[in-house]
């Protein structure tokens, strides 16, 4: 579901793997994301 869910915000598998791949080091890819969607700030 998830992947079908960054698919349909135009992630490629390439930056969907990268985002699996920080959260599994235990960061959060929120930064990565923000920038894709264009995203500025967060809220926290």
Sequence with gaps: ?????????????????HILNIRASGQSPCALVDERTGRKNRPA
């Excluded at 579901?1 to 793997?17: G, P, R, V």
């Design 1 to 17: 579901e998830f992947i079908k869910k960054a698919q349909a915000l135009h992630f490629s598998l390439a930056d969907i793997q």
